[in-house]
């Protein structure tokens, strides 16, 4: 056998190319888009993980921690002793108000002690900056990067702190990040408040002393040996410190910034599969439909070299070659994109997991399996294109595609082709004569349509429950918060003001909840019974008043302390009379935006006792009178804090508006992308295809417009008919990121907003008639005698 | 006389039906015919009456849906794909009755396409020589007349030095004194290499340069007509 150079036939693959290079463009970028999702957002998620999982064993990240009152230095080597324990670490910890210039409250520190000489070996930090305290000194500190950052501190400045009771100038030495304290949110509140609370590492002869614990220790971490029984352990350690008052051990998965970390990462593990996946598998089976129609176009070129003896292979291999152009073309551009957007990715999540080190990794597994899968399904759509014109015997091939038997289709039947204009006929008849192929060309669109209701719905999804949140469970238009506990006869003060219509004061206590060994710090707040401006939202139709005994806990605050209705917390208050309490739970809800514990303000009051005492007020206000009373207010000494929900939601509603804009962006971009590749192609590949007949039409006197019409008329109707089958789709989509972001943490309603559907319409619209207009614009310039001479 | 007398195609009871809804269409009934060695072969016949049927069956670019073709010793109707594929890459040339040039290829890559996979081709350039092309061998098909293209055609099938050269209609598009250059071609590849053709034509005046002339008619040779001589294409009017 000859072996053939292939010359000219690589210089037709090079033509064609050349020749179809808007479509190709068209595919490129899709797969392009494809490749890069599964890049940034799965190589994203992956380099998370491995941070962490670098970070974790940098700083030997404990198996488990337990907290005591006191117990002497002399029961680390009990615990030692312990099977299954291949490490201890004791240490001394202490919350402890600091002094902090421009706060109305007061800022608050955890000052954790390091041994004297050296870094910690378990529960370790990263220096970021400066060192570890010297080991002599008093005064030396080392702060978390947040707090420094949050309050400008630099290495040489000292923080004022009251321990013990005794006031001390600290100063920074280094700056460090642990963890540990990777989320660091201060007792009884709900979110970070970096400029008001810091972590503080101590020498622990330094701090030892301070509280009376010289030779003790108030907390202890274990690693555990691998395959060591966590439960088993546990037990063993609760057994060794309960006689030094020990509050329970906890492993890992309650350690709540590793439980808060892992929880985002979950998050970005369903994220990251989810939306790549469904970006990968719509840009695999575009590049499916568009290379195997494109080359069904060649059946008479296709005819021609096998009738000269060019065999199928050789055939294939050709197209092949072309699969193989556009989908590596869109690898290569895709990888580089993705691996510029993956490093953004990492620093934007790794900043906010607090990671010393951030790096993407660049995953040749991802990027071998993105490729294989484009690659793959360009290959598939070549062969079946090339195959149906290969299979043919050359004499048939290479007659010009048969006028196939075109008779009225169903819809004709039905009378409804006599209403249609002549055009419209010819437009349905063509149609229907490949269902399969409108059919195919509708799904495509329809992905376009699915991916913006998809990006779009968890917009509408966070609405939603900000909607049910602000407008139905908190009612009020002003929140005050005072800076020491008052008097309740502020209600009377309050109500005096004018433009008022309803005062409720609230309590606040700040307490540990505990069940089992989990436990967490929150603020309980007492609102008064039957109150109007804080209701029990189960779902927009169930609407309950705050119930006379027991506590409401929010759905993930239930979930952390892994407690249902009808189970009892033992309530620890933390200020005042420091009561410990068992308080059963009457009803956990759906709380979206944080993690809360409410309850009767006279079942609180009895349970915490003390004086009657209010923390704050919530209030009604005329709407005019609102901004005005605001700024009165926030002026009294007794306030801490004004806030209105309506401006929190404004501001949430604003931030939200930002990251929609640039998600919208996006999708925006993608979903163009498809609803172009497949509609500029789908006229562009029937242009071809038609070319003769249409250019024939205008040589018998059709306008432009009319044989236009003909041409994108079948698009418009694709178009369509996608429309709704995107929403369904989109719907499912949704459903299914809803289904796998339910099982963490985190949770969206499946929402979809009417504007979601009118938007995600509208882009696909808008897409289609970009398309159609180059389309049209080549119809125009149609060269008659050239394509009537000649033919593809 | 190139005509060595010995057939190398030889075709029994070759009948082709096309089954078209309800009808079926008789292109071809029970067709015996031998392709002598070296002959130059002429089809005539009225428009539908089989010729192109014929000469794609022989040529191995469709299948018969009865009856037998040999080639020497091989029986055609019994290849699989690859095998008739085979064939037509190592012994047939063709000359469509649509030029069928591949539209992105210039005239030289069209020609070159085929020489390409074959095993004693000529020069690309050469073989455009041959039918008065050699100006115009960078010339996109767009850029060519009727005629040209019709011209490179023939060059891409002659280029590989085939053993059988079929010609659907080669002149159909062309003027006189074009159509004769194409048939001087033709005539000449014949003589001077001995390809066996096979030229299909609606002009009954060329038969007289061809050594057997026959007629087809409703899917049957009606004439098969032996020329005493053959003439020279100048001596062709019409
Ligand atoms: N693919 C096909 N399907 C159905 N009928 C066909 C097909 N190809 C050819 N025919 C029919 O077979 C008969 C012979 O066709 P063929 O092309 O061989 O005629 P021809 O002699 O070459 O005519 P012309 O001189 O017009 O080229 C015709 O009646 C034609 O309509
Ligand atoms: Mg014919």
Known sequence: ?792 | MTNTGRAVLRARGLSKVYRMGQVDVHALREVDLDLEGGELLVLLGASGSGKSTLLNILGGLDRPSGGTVHYLDEELTGLDDDDLTDYRRRHVGFVFQAYNLIPSLTARENVALITDISSNPMDPAEALGMVGLGDRVDHFPAQLSGGEQQRVAIARAVAKRPDILFCDEPTGALDVETGKKVLTVLDQVNRETGTTTAIITHNAAIARMADRVLHMSSGQIAEEVRNPSRASVEEIEW
Request: net charge neutral.
């Open chain 1, 1 to 792: 056998m000859v072996s053939p150079s292939f010359r000219a036939l690589t210089w037709k693959l090079l033509r064609d190319l050349w020749h179809l290079r808007g479509q190709m463009f068209s595919i490129v970028l899709v797969v392009a888009t494809g490749v890069m999702t599964v890049l940034t957002m799965r190589g994203g998620y992956e380099s998370l993980l491995r941070s962490q999982a670098a970070y974790y064993s940098q700083t030997r990240f404990p198996d488990l921690w337990s907290s005591l009152e006191r117990a002497p230095r002399s029961v680390e080597s009990e615990l030692e002793e312990i099977p299954g324990v291949s490490a201890v670490a004791t240490r001394v910890n202490y919350m402890a108000r600091l002094d902090l210039p421009g706060l109305n409250v007061p800022g608050m520190g955890l000052f954790i002690s390091v041994p004297d000489h050296g870094a910690p070996e378990l529960g370790g930090i990263v220096i970021l900056s400066g060192r570890l305290p010297g080991a002599a000194s008093t005064d030396e500190v080392v702060i978390s990067r947040v707090f420094a950052d949050a309050r400008g501190l630099v290495l040489g400045d000292s923080v004022r702190a009251i321990l013990n009771g005794r006031a001390r100038d600290l100063r920074v030495v280094g700056t460090a990040v642990s963890p540990e304290h990777s989320y660091s949110v201060p007792p009884g509140a709900l979110y970070p408040d970096d400029e008001r609370y810091g972590v503080f590492w101590m020498r622990r002869g330094v701090l030892g002393p301070l509280y009376d614990m010289e030779g003790a220790f108030n907390e202890v971490v274990l690693d555990l040996a691998p395959g060591a029984d966590v439960d088993v352990v546990t037990a063993r350690v609760d057994a060794v410190l309960d006689p030094y008052g020990g509050r329970g051990a906890f492993p890992r998965a309650d350690q709540f910034s590793h439980l808060v970390l892992q929880g985002e990462l979950d998050q970005n593990r369903v994220m990251g599969t989810v939306i790549p996946a469904v970006f990968l598998s719509v840009a695999a089976f575009l590049l499916h439909i568009v290379l195997s129609r494109l080359i069904s176009t060649q059946r008479t070129q296709i005819g021609v070299l096998k009738a000269f003896g060019y065999t199928d292979r050789e055939v294939g291999r050709h197209y092949l070659a072309m699969a193989a152009v556009a989908s590596g073309l869109g690898t290569v551009l895709g990888a580089g994109a993705g691996v510029w957007l993956g490093g953004a990715y990492v620093r934007m999540y790794g900043t906010y997991f607090n990671f010393p080190a951030l790096n993407y990794d660049f995953s040749v597994t991802l990027l071998a399996t993105a490729s294989l899968v484009t690659l793959g399904s360009a290959a598939l759509g070549a062969l079946q294109g090339a195959r149906s014109a290969a299979r043919l015997p050359p004499a048939e091939a290479m007659r010009p595609e048969p006028p196939p038997s075109f008779e009225p289709g169903p819809f004709e039947r039905l009378g409804l082709g006599r209403v249609l204009p002549a055009a419209g006929r010819m437009i349905l008849r063509s149609l229907e004569r490949r269902p399969v192929r409108a059919l195919l060309s509708a799904l495509g669109v329809a992905f376009s349509v699915a991916i913006l209701v998809m990006g779009m719905f968890m917009f509408d999804g966070v609405t939603f429950m900000m909607d049910l949140q602000f407008r139905l469970a908190q009612r009020e238009d002003l929140q005050v918060a005072f800076r020491e506990p008052l008097d309740v006869v502020v209600r009377h003060e309050l109500a005096r003001m004018d433009g008022v219509t309803t005062v409720e004061l609230y309590r606040n206590e700040p307490a540990r909840l505990r069940a089992g060994h989990r436990e967490r710090e929150v603020g309980l707040q007492g609102f008064p019974m039957g109150s109007r401006l804080r209701r029990i939202v189960v779902d927009e139709d169930d609407i309950r008043p705050l119930p006379a005994e027991g506590l409401v806990l929010s759905q993930i605050l239930a979930e952390r302390l892994d407690v249902e209705v009808g189970d009892t917390v033992d309530v620890e208050f933390l200020e005042g009379r420091r009561a410990e309490v068992l308080v059963p739970i009457a009803a956990v809800v759906e709380d979206f935006i944080g993690v809360s514990a409410i309850l009767d303000r006279d079942a609180l009051d009895r349970l915490a006792g003390g004086p009657r005492t209010a923390s704050g007020a919530l209030l009604a206000v005329h709407a005019e009178a609102r901004d005005r009373l605001l700024e009165r207010i926030e002026e009294a000494p007794a306030v801490a804090s004004v806030q209105s929900p309506a401006m929190t939601l404004e501001t949430f509603q604003a931030q939200l508006a930002d990251s929609l804009f640039i998600a919208v962006g996006f999708l925006l971009g993608f979903a163009g992308l498809i609803a172009v590749a497949v509609i500029y192609n789908g006229a562009r590949i029937s242009l071809s295809e038609r070319g003769r007949e249409l250019a024939s039409l205008r040589v018998l006197g059709f306008r432009r417009q009319e044989v236009a019409v003909l041409l994108l008329g079948e698009q418009a109707v694709v178009t369509l008919l996608a429309i709704p089958a995107g929403w369904v789709l989109g719907y499912l989509f949704s459903l299914s990121v809803v289904d796998s972001v339910r099982t963490e943490t985190y949770r969206v309603a499946l929402v979809i907003s009417p504007r979601t559907y009118m938007i995600s319409a509208v882009i696909t619209v808008a897409a289609a008639v970009a398309s159609g207009w180059i389309v049209r614009r080549r119809i125009d310039h149609m060269d008659l005698v050239a394509v009537l001479k000649t033919r593809e």
